[in-house]
């Protein structure tokens, strides 16, 4: 489960470079309503102050102006925010930094109203009001409005995010539905398949090592696939075990065809993946690199940890990508979305050209999605 953070994570997938610097129409719909709400409430006391204002056209005209600094001022903070939220800082880290970020926006958002007023002034009243306390409690205030901005911006972050991972995991739920009734109209019997499956195993001479083997494995990896029917996540490596049956399987059909190297780094062995989706890349592997060459093909299993703490896993075999892409693509697909609703946008699977071979990398982050654990 992940643990909660003081400020949700942000990315280019999440906040392209548009989004980013002129953000959205809610984004800019907000900043219109609150600092509206701000100049109304400035204006409404500046024509209704007692004693009455000597110059209220100044009064008004320096609220406007304030106004646009402080919506400026505020998307910079915004953005700010988002370089924040690409770094995960605690909360001491957090506070430490935002603190001094909202006293910088005060004094950017008040200097220029306080110079502009300086500027202007033309009675005695108006310059009073430009006096280094006056100026210091006009900081101290924006610091605190600020602080609340930035506040209920978080706040918001939170609560859209909360509401995404509801929505996601809504729609794991509908797809492992969709998932199981597919499996059910594939199935008539598990049971009974299981038991032809080891009346065809006995039906095979003893001295037929290599048949009654094939079905061995065959029995496994079905058992394999209805037992973690109902499973989102395992570790890798019982991941990793049901691969080397399937690969097993194979190593019967192609014998020395199939050349398999495997480089698995140990603290990637309790990393949590999605079942299957390391057969699903050897199985990719095999139909366009191996089953296309007389000679066979070299098939690379590698899984590391990155320094982003990322576990990535890699198949690599020999071939092209054109030619890989003459088929339907489902599994591909399927485990695209798979690792979209348990991990979020950071979980990423490409099928890429590299010289002579096709390489499928899945970059997984070291947490799944809150409600996917």
């Known amino acids: 489960m992940r643990s909660f953070t003081p400020i949700p994570y942000a990315d280019d997938t999440t906040h392209p470079l548009r989004r980013r610097w002129l953000g959205t129409t809610s984004y800019w719909v907000a900043q219109a309503c609150g600092w509206g709400l701000l100049g109304v409430s400035l204006a409404f006391s500046a024509l209704y102050s007692d004693p009455p204002s000597k110059n209220l056209k100044l009064d008004l005209l320096l609220t406007g102006g304030g106004l646009v600094v402080g919506t400026l001022v505020t998307h910079l903070v915004r953005i700010l925010l988002l370089v924040l939220r690409r770094r995960q800082p605690s909360w001491t880290t957090l506070v430490g930094v935002l603190i001094p970020i909202s006293v910088a926006a005060a004094v950017a958002l008040v200097n220029p109203v306080f110079a502009a007023g300086a500027h202007c ?103 394999a696939s209805l037992t973690l029917g109902q499973t989102h996540l395992i570790p890798l490596s019982k991941e990793l075990e049901m691969a080397e049956n399937y690969l097993a399987l194979e190593q019967l059909r192609f014998e020395s065809r199939l050349r398999i190297h495997r480089r698995i780094s140990g603290p990637s062995a309790a990393r949590l993946v999605p079942p299957f989706l390391v057969q699903t890349l050897i199985e990719n592997a095999i139909k366009f690199g191996v089953a296309q060459f007389d000679e066979g093909s070299d098939v690379a299993l590698t899984a590391s940890v990155d320094d982003a703490r990322n576990l990535v896993i890699s198949v690599e075999n020999d071939g092209r990508l054109d030619c890989a892409t003459s088929g339907t693509g489902v599994g591909l697909r399927n485990a695209r979305a798979r690792l979209a609703l348990l991990f979020g946008p950071a979980a990423t699977l490409t099928l890429e050209q590299r010289g002579d071979r096709v390489v499928a990398v899945a970059t997984i982050p070291p947490e799944p999605l809150p409600l996917s654990a």
Do not use: M
């Open 121 to 223: 002034a033309t009675t005695t009243e108006d310059l009073e009001k430009t006096t280094v306390g006056s100026y210091l409690s006009t900081i101290f205030l924006f610091a605190l409005l600020i602080g609340v901005w930035v506040s209920l911006y978080l706040g918001y972050q939170h609560y859209s995010r909360a509401r995404q991972a509801v929505i996601e995991q809504l729609k794991l739920d509908a797809a492992v539905k969709e998932a199981e009734l597919r499996a059910l109209r594939s199935q008539i019997n598990p049971h009974f398949l299981f038991n032809s499956l080891n009346c065809l195993r006995a039906l095979i001479p003893r001295e037929l090592s290599r048949p009654r083997d094939a079905v061995t494995l065959l029995a496994d990896l079905l058992r």
